[in-house]
């Protein structure tokens, strides 16, 4: 079955960049979204269609995908973007990557 | 505004099944698939399949399948997730999402323990 990973945390300083993989085999075929989940929280679409942003996101966020890696970034990274961040795609069915916990430090 | 209610906490012996629902508002509900996806506590996200509320027809994972089924009442807008011979590793928070271009609505999760 087709697996997405992620690096299970990201650390980054506040004003920084910060940029969370997501890897699988000729992933840059496939759309890929992401997804942000704060505690005790369901999740938040937060990019589609590799780059696309839905409205109500900020534009610090931004995605792309090529070859076996999407990457998610966030530029100017503030506390509140603290998160876990799931990416997906579809193969044959709905595959979730692991997640990122990602911590603003 | 458009949103999907899911139902209540539910606790459940071993061996029992669970029906979950999930409400939409908003929106057309036929227009849309509807997608459940699950976490167990401290864990990630899990698909377990997709019902086209406009035709009935549905998709499960492949974990799921013989386990699983997806219903619809187009009348009240509600889908439904039933889950059969629970095991305490289907304990988890199970999501509704709405699916367009990507999971772009989420329901709050309902929360399924399976415990004797």
Redesign the interface.
Known sequence: ?YELTQPPSVSVSPGQTASITCSGDKLGDKHV?W?QQKPGQ????VI??DR?R?SGIPERFSGSNSGNTATLTITGTQAMDEADY?C?AWDS???????TKLTVL | QVQLVQSGAEVKKPGASVKVSCKASGYTFTGHYIHWVRQAPGQGLEWLGWINPNSGDTDFAQKFQGRVTMTRDTSISTAYMELSRLRSDDTALYYCARHTSAFDIWGRGTMVTVSS
């Open positions: 079955s979204c997804y369901s999740p938040v679409l589609y269609q696309k839905p799931y997906q069915s709905v595959v979730f990557g692991g997640g």
